[in-house]
């Protein structure tokens, strides 16, 4: 009996969710978005040659995402990205740029993802909120780490911390297409441990930059 009724609710929420495009779409844009945070033009490649084969449907306006220019671009953009940040402090410096750029790629992403048939303003204010908060969180997290290795260890462990972020974008910008829902919550969950990190951090710099002032 409970078993019946575990299935039941199993199928009838795999259908709510299945046949709610917008949600769908919102939670695929959400993914790709939050991956934007680990490395900006990892999740525009995959959107682009998601798009390219039919497996993303953007909304109006966003077609050109899924053209033969813009995958080659985001190609040759991703290959400067991923190679950058294996060049000491070179790495650190692309943190300052990629922090704007991650949270415009993030509220970009979201906002194209999302059907047409809503609101533009709750779409856009949809994709600054929602896509370029959670890119700029996670990058903000990143960029902490990178520099908090740069200072222990001289940016020795940096290409690990690196090669870390490779993966995370790459494995959370393919994953945000076949388990949208899954990866949308592994997200929150990550937002939330980046944010309490990215807290304690200034909560610990305060204190020494009143000193220094002081001093």
């Known amino acids: 009996m ?17 046949d709610n495009k917008i949600l769908l779409s919102f939670v695929m844009g959400l993914g790709l978005s939050a991956s934007c945070g680990f490395r900006v033009f990892v999740p ?3 959107a682009s040659i998601a798009t390219k084969l039919g497996i993303l449907n953007l909304g109006e306006g966003f077609l050109w995402m899924g053209s033969t220019a ?6 040759i953009a991703t290959l400067f990205e991923i190679g950058g940040y294996y060049i000491p402090f070179v790495d650190n410096i692309l943190d300052t740029i990629m922090t704007p750029a991650s949270i415009i790629a993030g509220t970009l992403l979201t906002a194209s993802t999302i059907l047409p048939d809503i609101d533009p303003m709750l779409k856009w204010g949809l994709g600054i909120i929602v896509g370029g ?3 700029g969180i996670i990058q903000g997290g990143t960029a902490l780490a990178r520099a ?3 200072a222990t260890t001289a940016g020795i462990a940096n290409p690990l911390v690196a090669t870390f972020e490779h993966i995370l974008a790459i494995a959370g910008s393919i994953f945000s297409l076949v388990i949208p829902f899954v990866i949308a919550g592994v997200v929150c969950i ?22 220094i002032q002081k001093e």
């Open 2 to 18: 409970d078993t019946t009724i575990m299935q039941f609710v199993s199928k009838d929420a795999w259908h709510f969710f299945s």
């Open 44 to 46: 525009l490649l995959v």
């Open 70 to 75: 813009a995958l080659i671009c985001f190609s």
């Open 133 to 135: 908060g959670s890119a």
């Open 148 to 150: 908090t290795s740069t």
């Open 190 to 211: 990550i937002i939330f441990f980046f944010l309490l990190f990215i807290i304690r951090y200034f909560k610990k710099q305060i204190p020494k930059a009143v000193t």
